[in-house]
Structures are given as C-alpha cells and as structure tokens.
C-alpha cells in the first residue's frame, strides 16, 4: 500500500474519496439525508480533482475532448436525478484506474531514479596543492582532477591518474569481478572504486558522461509512445465526440421511441456515456508499454521509443556485425610471418607506426602484440593515412608501405608466401597484409573468438523463422568461418561502411522489417538505415547515437529477451484491445435491454480499466 501511495496524490485522494463514500453509506442507512448527499459530493470533488483538472485543461487549452469529460459529465448527470451514491462510486473508481496509471508511471522511471542514484550529486575537486573542495558533480569541468575515496562511486567519466584502481563495474556491465584499471585508463561515472584513493581527471561534462546518456535515453522512450498507443490516442477525441452525440440520440429514442419515461431514459443516457466511454481501451497500450521499457531498463536494454520495442517482436530478419557483436571484439596475434630476406625489426617499426593512427580493434591487438613500448623508433613514417575500411599507408623515404587487407596490399597473391597467408583465413582468421611498394614484407593472423551466447542466440533467431545475416568488412574465408561456427544463414564479407548501409536498404526490400546489430563508427549508416538499428553499449559514442536500441551490458542473449519481451508485450496490448472493445459493447446492450444500473455499469467499465492496466503491469516480471 506505500509503494502505491509514494509519490502518487491521485492515490491518496482516492483512498479519501473511498472512506467518505463508506461514510456516506452509513449515512443513508441511518436516513441522515440529506447530510450523506453532502458526503458523497464531497468524495465526488476530492476524487474526481485530479482527473476533472486534466480533462478541462485539454479542453480550454488543447481543444481536445477526452474520456475525463465524459465520466465527469456521466458522474454530473446521476447526481442531478438523485443518484449522488452512483455518481460518487463512478468518480472513486475512475479515479482508481487513472491513479494505477500514475502508479504505472512511477514504476517505469525506477530505472531512472536508481541510475541517477548511483552518480555521487557531489565531488572532491583536487587542487594542485593536495587539498581537496567539495563541489556539484554538474558544475565539473572536462580537465577537473578529482579524489575519490575508498569505496566511493566515481562521480563521472574521467581517465584514471593513479597508477592502478579496481573498479567494480557491475552497474555498467553485469560482471561482479571488479576489473584492473592502470594509469591512464577510462573509468566510467557510477561505478566503485574498490580500491584505496584514487585521482582521475574529469573526461567529459556531467551531460556527456555514459550515465547521462543512459538516463536520457530511458526518459526519452517513456515519452515516445509505441505506434499502438499512438493511433488509439489519435482516436480519441473523434471518439468522444461521437459518444456525446451518440447518448443524447440514444436518450430521445428511448424517451419518444421506446416510451420510457425522462427519469429512465436519462437515467439510462447516464449508464450509456458511462459504458460507452474508451477508458480501457485507452489504457491498453500505454501502461503496458512503460512497464516493458522498464523491464528492458533494468536488465540493460533501452529503447529510444516504445515502438522499437513493440515492432522488435515483428521483424523478418535481423543481420549482424562480426568484430565486438558476434565476436568478443578483442582479437588476439596468433601468427607474425616475415618474408625471410628481410629486417624484421625495421617491419615491426613501420607496422607500429602505421597502426597507431587506428582506433580498429586490429590494429591495437597488433600494438600490444608486438611490444610496441619497448622497441626502437629509429625509422620514421610519413604520410600515414587511413583508408577507411581498407587499412593504414604510409611512406618510408621513397618507399611506400601498407597494412591491411589483402586487396587494398597486394598485388601478386600467387607467391608461396602469399598462400600460405590465405591458409591462414580458411581457418577463420583474420589476415593483415603488410607490403612495401606493393611487394609482401609480412602478414599478421588475428583471431577473434565467437563472443558467449553467440550460437544459442543464433540458433533462438532461427526457431523464430527469423533470417540471420553476417555483415563484416573481413574477407571472405574468414566471414565464413565465423558464420559457420555460430550458424547464420548467410554471409557477406568484405563490405565497406557504405556497402553496409546500402547492404541493409536492400535487405529491408526483401524482408518488410530488418533489424541491424553493430558496435563500430563503421556500423553507424547501417544502424541508421535499418529498421530497428541495435548498438553494443561498449561500442562508440556514434554508433549509440545512431542506434534505437543499446545493450549497455553488451550480452547478445539480451537480445533474445528483448525480443520475447517484445512478443509478449503484443500479445497482452492485443489481449487488452479485444477485452476493452468486448466489455464496451456487451454494457452497452445489456444497458439498452435495462439489465444493469449504473453502479454495476461503473463496476463493469471502470473494472475493466482496472483489469486492463493490471494487466499491463504483468510486463514488470522477469521473462524466463
């Protein structure tokens, strides 16, 4: 009963409006009239405020009619012919539906609230003197040095100073081993410092920080309504109107046609605009909805909107990046091969070189591969320049060398040593060629294990009859491979970023809805092209932008369960529909044969809203 009242006023009012209907009931049973038709207006002001105040604010401000006219209008009417109980009860029940609805909303922005919990609203600015000055974590500027204690989150994104940290980054990514940090590393705003005090410098502005982000983008879906909630919204006011015609003709053809007399025929007009109203129906998408993005929120998925995650459930087919989708993303050097007549240290060097002016996973693996700390920089590369999707060139004196793919490398690929290189992808490695005036100095094999879940989440797609596609930049043996190992049903390798893009507007005309998954800048257009574009949360800060959907915690069976999340949010919106619609018609013949009165109209409409919304609510559980 807290949890219903905190933060929800409606809720208390409506319990207030319950007790002084009670009251007034005891009140007409000892006959103190007309003090209980004074008890019962009052419960009909104090509960119906909050919904009389909306729906005369859209009225006067929006010019928009909507279902909190109708039931005020409804609850005005039974009082005038002396049904002050009826008019009451109506007003306490709607009153409940709509303070559930508030309840709903409440609910759904946990996950905000216990993000914004985890980021300290203070932080210890360190001064260059040692001392430190407590100052509003907003109000950091990027370049700030910072303390943070012992067993303090970090207040915001920065780049570790210290020589070491553990950090304990199970808020961000799941795992509950907290990781080693060393100098110069990033840590991430809300995660723990596990270990002693530590100085970081501030990375980025309170707004740009991760979390930050994370929050607005779940504040952003709650307020984008999914297409269902969206057209049953657009309908309503039509509604309404036809309602406010519709009871009035209903009520001259019971009084003129059917011959009832006035008190029966408004009294019946009464229950009509009652049972007639939209109420359920207008909660059968939007509650449902909230409380699904919630779930998503707290098991690390945010959609930007709530009609991703309702049209997740409906796509045809869903098409992947390889490096850091479904692949762990962290290649590792298992084969450095020299031509024999060479130096191999003054290749090393260049590849060094080269490769430093690159932010693909490759050529970092490459780096730390070949202890690029420790060697000699006595020959200098000049020139250095990124061939997006190819590979880094650069020159040597008059010499010119490359590293990359073997189409952007080489020119003769028939040399034995050549040969052996392509060996190397038929065993589902990555292939560097590095040559010098287009003539094979070396090559680099890089293998990159399929990430955990990669085959199960796969093979769920499968089950689904949904199309699954591998979309890499890597060659073609080794895109294969890959796609073999976790089961795709096709492959297509060797695509630039552009090709990609263009890749997934083909793919969205043979298949109705396609959804992309991807990590990289290199992903963005085709993230942004797709359907429901769908980014690994430890991927850029571009291809999040791009994305409608973020698996902050970077587990693909994430998207396993966003997809039954998705099914199962159709399936109640649909059930909630054909409920609402039948319950609206069956009142309405049951009122015109005089079978029900108005409270039992109230109970079978309003309840109906309730049953709807409760329903609705189911969406907060976990999905097995």
Not at 45 to 56: H, K, N, P, S
Not at 368 to 395: C, F, P, Q, R, W
Not at 493 to 507: F, G, M, R
Not at 588 to 601: A, F, K, S, Y
Request: proline residues 3%; hydrophobic residues 45%.
């Amino acid at each position: 009963m807290t949890a219903l009242i905190k933060n929800n006023k409606p809720m208390l009012l409506t319990i207030i409006s319950g007790l002084l209907i009670i009251v007034g009931g005891m009140l007409s049973y000892n006959n103190q009239q007309p003090l209980d038709a004074f008890v019962y207006v009052t419960a009909f002001l104090i509960g119906g405020y909050f919904q009389a105040r909306v729906g005369f604010s859209d009225l006067l401000f929006k010019k928009k009619l909507n279902v909190d006219i109708l039931m005020v209008l409804a609850a005005i009417g039974a009082s005038v012919i002396g049904y002050w109980l009826e008019g009451a009860l109506l007003i306490f029940i709607f009153s409940l539906s709509g303070s559930l609805e508030v309840y709903t909303t409440n609910k759904s922005t946990d996950a905000i609230s216990k993000l914004m919990e985890l980021t300290p609203e203070t932080a210890l600015l360190l001064s260059e003197d040692g001392s430190t000055e407590e100052v509003a974590t907003k109000d950091l500027k990027v370049g700030n040095k910072l303390l943070v204690p012992k067993g303090s989150a970090f207040p915001i994104d920065g780049i570790l100073l210290s020589e070491y940290a553990l950090v304990d980054e199970a808020a961000i990514s799941g795992e509950s081993m907290a990781v080693n940090k060393a100098m110069k590393d990033e840590v991430i705003g809300g995660t723990i410092n596990v270990s002693r005090a530590v100085a970081i410098e501030v990375k980025a502005e309170y707004s740009d920080t991760l979390f930050a982000k994370i929050i607005r983008m779940v504040d952003e879906a709650q307020g984008t309504p999914s297409k269902t909630a969206t057209f049953i919204e657009s309908i309503e006011t039509r509604y309404v109107k036809i309602v406010l015609i519709f009871v009035p003709v209903m009520m001259l053809i019971f009084y003129y046609a059917l011959g009832w007399g006035f008190n029966e025929s408004f009294y019946r007009g009464m229950v009509l605009l009652t049972v007639a109203s939209p109420c359920a129906l207008m909660a059968s998408a939007s509650p449902a909805t909230l409380s699904a993005i919630s779930n998503g929120a707290k098991k690390g998925v945010l959609y930007k909107g709530g009609s991703f995650l309702e049209n997740f459930g409906q796509i045809d087919a869903i098409a992947f990046d390889k490096t850091g989708t479904l692949t762990q993303g962290s290649p590792k050097v298992t084969d450095v091969n020299y031509l024999k007549e060479i130096n191999q240290e003054t290749v090393v060097q260049v590849i060094v070189q080269l490769e430093r002016i690159s932010s693909h996973p490759l050529a970092q693996a490459v780096i730390d591969h070949l202890n690029a700390s420790e060697m000699k920089h006595d020959i200098k590369v000049t020139e250095i320049n990124e061939v997006e999707g190819h590979g880094v060139e650069g020159y040597v004196d008059e010499d010119h060398w490359k590293i990359g793919k073997k189409e952007f490398t080489v020119k003769d690929d028939t040399s034995a040593f050549a040969l052996s290189a392509n060996e190397k992808q038929t065993e589902g490695k990555t292939v560097l060629y590095v040559t010098k005036n287009d003539q094979l100095m070396s090559f680099i094999a890089l293998l990159d294990l399929p990430a955990p879940g990669a085959k199960e989440m796969i093979d769920y797609f499968k089950s689904q009859g949904i199309y699954t596609i591998l979309i890499t930049g890597d060659n073609e043996a080794t895109g294969q491979a890959i796609g073999k190992t976790v089961g795709v049903d096709e492959v297509k390798a060797n695509c630039l970023p552009v090709e990609k893009a263009t890749l997934i507007l083909d793919l969205k005309e043979k298949y109705e809805t396609i959804v992309m998954v991807g990590d990289g800048i290199n992903d963005a257009p085709a993230l942004a092209n797709a359907s429901i574009g769908i980014a690994m949360g430890a991927g850029t800060d571009l291809a999040m932008d791009a994305a409608d959907v973020v698996l902050v915690k970077n587990e693909l069976e994430q998207l396993t369960y966003s997809h039954k999340l998705s099914k199962r949010l159709n399936r109640i919106i649909m059930q909630n529909v054909v409920f609402s619609i039948s319950v609206i018609l069956f009142l309405i013949v049951v009122n015109v044969l005089q079978l029900i009165n108005l409270p039992l109209g109230v109970i079978g409409h309003e309840g109906s809203t309730i049953l709807v919304i409760l329903n609705g609510l189911r969406l907060l559980r976990p999905i097995k």
